[in-house]
């Protein structure tokens, strides 16, 4: 007997209370142990368009719908009994006549007549976006046939409603035609076809013992552990013959592919040893507890990985370095300080800290020939070789300085590290957040794992990097050239979120490799109200009607611990603060949009949005170059682009006027 999870059923399970929830598990792995049980109380869906739907009894109230055929059983569907009932008498459960796929299907008879209605008058005002596409190009992309004649009725207005009633890959492939992109096409046949199909094992899983299910059961069931789309599945398992890396926008399953890639990289030999790391501890942790998660039960491929930030990593393994001190960015500036004032430099200090920065200590740069002679990546001042002579005089003053009291830095220590490794440390390493790595980062990871088969592996958005300069990462030795895809399906974000996030940043990035990231084409697979985006007169105008919509969602039977409200820096925590306690949820802590990178909520509130606010003021003044202003620009533009995708369902955009001129990009499109 073959037991299977749809992504139906796991959605559903989401939306029950934590005790219905704990029920339906120990009735879910009472069915993988025994799918016929009398104690199942079994009864057929008798009104239900396909044969094969039963309902297993949770509790009183709570049934689990269940289709069972073949020798196979699989749970589709949780809720409450006439929900539950209704739901399986919608549905059914069929292979695509061309693609092959397994598919739930929603009966085209059942949806509402006036939804349908209003697709036909629509349709009459405005273009048919598919009218002319044949019946084989309309199946080739998963639609179900009964549903051909109401895709090609379509227009912009409809187009959506539609495509939330058809299976994912459907849906994917008319978001992307009707954006004028070429739509996917995956059909197989044979022993490749039904639930085998790469399409279908985005929602169907086969749970092969007990101790799979048991593992499921322990903690919260979340599709990213479960279910991936066949892109993500691609990326998981394809093998490389050098650096490889995956790009995306925000929500679109960067992580989920590190995560498994991970996973899979540590499974398949008893002497791997695995790095998975991110840029912060905080991070670090969270990816930790999903890999308990993805290998449960499996202890000995859980001991191979290690998941951690590289600075760490570079602490731990130079350890024996002879006690060496590390100093911080505020510490060097002093340094910096005190070399300017005994060299009797009048090179402005600003510059000469951006330039240890950005090359000197970036790039390990140890005499004055090399100095001379070093491209100076990312800058756009130009330095005639006496004017380099003469600055360095500061930065070998700071190098003297640095190594009488026993110190150094960061970036040094890690170029220690990955020139003098006398062994591998790890067989592959894994990099999330791979957008905001630093040169003695990627030359570490490089030296650890670079010419390996699979050894090096990047996940990473260069549209949210904020940290880092960017830099040519071939000149620090890792090429991906050819090796690099991006994703296109997004998970996190509703349509209405992704599309309105997506103006703050051009439809193209490029990289200073010289390479560029597409960023059109991109699909949500769920949908949500519109984004609100206000100015108001005063702080406490903002405070008010943001708090107020905070409480509404609270009313609404929204957790609290699933909202979030983000400012930009800490002189704007009192205007969180005030929002926060309008809305009546004191238990709420303000975060600052740099801390939300790699987190998720169902609401979050962007306040504070002044033009004197964002971009940072602060930061434009201390731009000594034309280089540099634009970097400030470009990553402020960033960060607001990250701050307002980790909302899922709702999202608050706000600001006094001035507004910054990001918002208003946002508000004039």
């Given at each position: 007997m073959t037991?299977?999870?749809a992504s139906s059923f796991t959605k559903s399970l989401d939306r029950l209370t934590a005790q219905e929830q704990t029920q339906t598990k120990v009735t879910a792995f009472d069915i993988q142990q025994s799918p016929d049980s009398p104690g199942l109380s079994l009864h057929r869906i008798d009104h239900s368009r396909d044969p094969n739907f039963w309902s297993a009894r949770v509790n009183r109230d709570i049934r689990i719908v269940l289709h069972k055929k073949d020798g196979t059983t699989l749970l589709a569907y949780v809720g409450h009994h006439d929900d539950a009932y209704a739901w399986a008498e919608r549905r059914k459960l069929e292979s695509h006549p061309t693609t092959g796929a397994a598919q739930i299907v929603e009966i085209r008879e059942t949806v509402e007549e006036v939804?349908?209605?209003?697709?036909?008058e629509e349709s009459v005002r405005k273009p048919r976006l598919f009218e002319r596409e044949s019946d084989g190009t309309l199946l080739s992309w998963g639609i179900p046939p009964e549903w051909l004649e109401t895709v090609r009725q379509a227009t912009d207005d409809t187009v959506l409603d539609i495509a939330t009633h058809l299976p994912d890959e459907a849906q994917e492939a008319l978001l992307a035609a009707a954006v004028g992109e070429a739509p996917t096409i995956r059909i197989a046949a044979g022993a490749a076809a039904g639930f085998a199909h790469p399409d279908a094992q985005r929602r169907f899983r086969v749970v092969e013992n007990q101790e799979a299910l048991a593992a499921a059961l322990d903690a919260p069931w979340d599709d990213w552990a479960v279910f991936l789309?066949?892109?993500?599945q691609e990326f998981v398992d394809r093998n490389f013959n050098g650096p490889a890396r995956i790009i995306g926008s925000a929500g679109t399953g960067k992580t989920v592919v590190a995560l498994h890639r991970a996973v899979r990289?540590?499974?398949?030999?008893q002497?791997?040893?695995?790095?998975?790391?991110?840029?912060s501890p905080a991070l670090a942790e969270g990816l930790q507890a999903k890999i308990a998660r993805l290998t449960r039960g499996k202890p000995d491929v859980e001991a191979r990985i290690t998941v951690d930030t590289l600075p760490n990593v570079t602490r731990r393994l130079m350890d024996g370095a002879g006690g060496v001190r590390i100093v911080d960015e505020a510490e060097i500036e002093e340094v910096i300080d005190e070399a300017i004032a005994t060299v009797g430099s009048s090179v402005d200090p600003t510059f000469l800290k951006d330039e240890w920065r950005l090359i000197v200590d970036a790039w390990d740069v140890r005499d004055q020939n090399t100095y001379r002679e070093i491209p100076r990546l990312g800058r756009k001042v130009r330095m005639a070789a006496g004017r380099r002579d003469e600055v360095w005089e500061v930065f070998q003053q700071v190098r003297s300085t640095l190594e009488s009291s026993g110190a150094t830095t960061e970036a040094?220590?890690?170029?220690?590290?990955?020139?003098?490794?006398s062994h591998r440390p790890f067989t592959h390493v894994v990099i999330d957040e791979a957008q905001d790595i630093s040169v003695p980062e990627l030359r570490l990871v490089a030296a650890v794992a670079g010419d390996r088969l699979n050894g090096v592996f990047f996940a990473g958005d260069i549209g949210q990097r904020i940290f880092r300069s960017a830099f040519p990462w071939k000149a620090a030795g890792v090429d991906i050239q050819g090796r690099s895809r991006s994703l296109k399906v997004n998970y996190r974000t509703s349509h209405q979120i992704r599309s309105k996030c997506d103006l703050l940043l051009p439809p193209r990035l490029l990289e200073a490799d010289g390479g560029e990231d597409k960023r059109t084409g991109v699909t949500s697979v769920f949908h949500g109200p519109a984004p609100e985006i206000h100015a108001f007169a005063e702080p406490d105008e903002e405070a008010t009607a943001a708090g107020a919509w905070l409480a509404k969602l609270v009313d609404d039977g929204l957790s609290s611990s699933m909202i979030a409200v983000l400012v930009r820096s800490e002189r704007e925590i009192a205007r969180a603060l005030a929002v926060i306690d309008n809305a009546g949820l004191k238990e709420l802590t303000p975060i600052l949009m740099h801390d939300a990178k790699g987190r998720e909520f169902r609401a979050v509130a962007v306040v504070a949005c002044d033009a004197a606010v964002l971009p940072s003021e602060e930061r434009l003044l201390s731009a000594m170059?034309?280089?540099?202003l634009e970097e400030i620009y470009a990553t402020e533009r960033h960060l607001l682009y990250v701050?307002?995708?980790r909302a899922r369902d709702f999202l608050w955009i706000s600001g006094c006027e001035p507004l910054s001129e990001f918002v208003e990009d946002l508000v004039c499109n």
């Open positions: 037991v299977i999870i939804v349908i209605q209003r697709y036909v789309h066949p892109a993500q990289l540590a499974s398949e030999e002497g791997a040893r695995v790095l998975l790391a991110t840029f040094a220590l890690m170029h220690a590290l990955a020139n003098g490794l170059d034309e280089r540099a701050a307002a995708t």
